[in-house]
């Protein structure tokens, strides 16, 4: 049988949910208030949690806040019963990490339904990951990943971002694992004087976010839209299912997080030893081996401040050491677009 937990403080509600639900052959666990119900949720392990926005205590944001925390209980469905209809409160609750919400009045067949729409997909997700899923095989472990999450990405709702949008910030929770089907995104920290250094740049067909989940902390970079970008989002609860029901994606995510952390340690190790020529001439020849062919002309679309940025090196320095590379025809500029010229020569530098 499976369970329910019904955070409400409105007893009438409360009592007339508890009995739709008992009569659908669900046991039911009550709780008057947002206090109350995460104790409940914590004790009993519910297989789906309802829960009302508006409530003293605690509101129904912060119960959810308080679950999504909680590692047994972030993969819980949980679904918002509210008076609220306004855009902005449903976006909010969705953001937070819901999984679906239902507007009061509401009749019992809109709640079962939901209630048994939840419960379904979330087995399904499961027997899913446990046995359609392919494994992660081959030298090529990002490749490997990458093909996994874009059959599972298939079909996903996608959010429109315009160029420079936050998409997350450093110090928030992990809710999403993030899918590029069009546009470029853009990781990357900040000092205490608002001085960007770019991590990476996220391409199309690439996932991003994973590591703060993955690690169960809180994001230690921040992510912008680089320019007009289409995303897709799979829920932290779906992420977190798909990698333990998988042992062979376990693995190549491990492999992935290992990497990047090679990766930003010899970044770093760069940003604190190499001259500014080497620094610049790497960056170049890093985007130019990640977005084209090495014989192509360098077609991403960055402003100087973006190429400074991940480069290490200020804006002004930057401008500078482009001048000297193009007197000495390493590089051409045209329209804005840097067109790398002689990228053995370039590769050697940053060598």
């Given amino acids: 049988m499976k369970t329910i937990l019904l955070i409400e403080d409105n007893r009438q509600i409360r009592d007339n949910v508890t009995e739709i639900l008992e009569l659908s052959h669900y046991k039911v666990f009550t709780a008057e208030n947002g206090k109350e119900g995460v104790t409940l949720a914590i004790s009993n392990q519910p297989d789906l949690i309802l829960c009302d926005i508006m409530m003293p205590e605690l509101d129904g944001y912060g119960v959810l806040h308080m679950l999504q925390k909680n590692p047994q209980l972030q993969d819980t469905p949980f679904i918002f019963l509210t008076a609220k209809t306004e855009q902005a409160d449903l976006r909010k609750g969705m953001s937070l990490g819901a999984d679906d919400y239902i507007t009061k009045p509401f009749n019992p067949t809109d709640l079962l339904n939901a209630v048994e729409n939840r419960l379904a997909k979330s087995e399904g997700l499961k027997k899913r990951f446990k046995h359609n899923i392919p494994e992660v095989t081959g030298p090529d472990i990002r490749q490997d990943v990458d093909s996994l999450v874009e059959e599972l990405m298939s079909g996903r709702h996608i959010d429109i971002y315009k160029k420079k949008q936050r998409i997350y910030i450093e110090g928030n929770h992990p809710l999403r694992l993030y899918y590029v089907k069009k546009g470029k995104v853009k990781i990357y920290k900040t000092n205490e004087r608002g001085k960007e250094l770019i991590l990476k740049i996220i391409n199309e067909g690439e996932i991003f976010g994973y590591t703060a989940l993955l690690l169960n902390s809180l994001y230690s970079d921040n992510a912008d839209a680089l320019e007009d970008a ?108 840097i067109i790398v010229k002689d990228f053995d020569k370039l590769a050697k530098i940053a060598d």
Avoid at 252 to 270: N, P, R, V
Avoid at 273 to 293: E, M, P
Avoid at 301 to 324: F, H, K, P, V
């Fill in 230 to 337: 289409e995303i897709a989002t799979l829920p932290s609860s779906e992420f977190q299912e798909f990698v333990r029901s998988n042992p062979r994606a376990c693995v190549g995510f491990t492999k992935l997080l290992a990497t990047e952390i090679i990766t930003k340690d010899e970044q770093m190790i760069g940003l604190a030893f190499n001259s500014l020529r080497k620094k610049v001439a790497n960056a170049l020849v890093s985007l130019q081996s990640r977005y084209t062919d090495k014989a192509q002309p360098l077609s991403i679309n960055l402003s100087r401040e973006n190429l400074a940025a991940l480069a290490g090196a200020a804006t002004e320095s930057l401008i500078r050491t482009l001048t000297d590379f193009k007197a000495e025809h390493l590089i051409d500029i045209k329209g804005g677009n």
